[in-house]
């Protein structure tokens, strides 16, 4: 059932937010957020939590990630006119070109920190989940970068309709897991993820 707050909560809510009282210390906004997952998940999750706290000021960590980002992924990507869109809508256009990034797509930007982050967390290897297989191919590329094993899971059925992707994640070492389970898409393979 979804929570309606009053004009007085809302106004309350944004100030907290703007004034860095949210989020709070547990992830919550107010009486929003939080961490609804199975309990099996909890201790993989408090792991996390601790990690990321403890490396996301780390300026040794942050400069890793910069430099990969920079070097490899090929950050900043351009900004380019959008000429005619620009014309036809009477504005100033311009396209971020995430599209210029290795792996083509902006998934490289989160991937390559993910994978950073597991390997300084002792994590000895990637397990993803993908659907058009974007996550996935960033994901292999992410991990052959820094030599981590990397475990996919995408539903056969999206395997089918993305197969250029699948190639690309096994071109790039990562061992591709068909999910015949549930609706054998994005859905089966993110549980299949999670289960293992």
Known sequence: MTQV??????????????QGAYPDARGRFGPFGGRYVPETLVP??????????????NPDFLAEFE?????????????????????????DVWLKREDLGH?????????????????????????????????????????????????VYMGSVDMERQAPNVGRMK??????????SGDQTLRAAVDEALRD
Do not use: F
């Open 103 to 151: 792996t083509g797509a902006h998934k490289i930007n989160n991937s390559i920190g993910q994978v950073l982050l597991a390997r300084k967390l002792g994590a000895k290897r990637v397990i993803a989940e993908t659907g058009a297989g974007q996550h996935g191919v960033a994901s292999a590329a992410a991990c052959a970068r820094l030599g981590m094993p990397c475990t």
């Open 5 to 18: 707050l009053s004009a007085h909560e809302r106004e309350s809510l944004l100030a907290n937010i703007l």
């Open 67 to 91: 430099a990969e980002l920079r070097s490899w992924v090929g950050r900043p990507t351009a900004l380019t006119r959008a000429h005619t869109l620009s014309k036809r809508w009477n504005a």
């Open 44 to 57: 993989a999750l408090d792991r996390l939590e601790a990690g990321v706290k403890r490396y996301l000021r």
């Open 171 to 180: 071109l790039l070492g990562a061992t591709v897991v068909p999910v015949t």
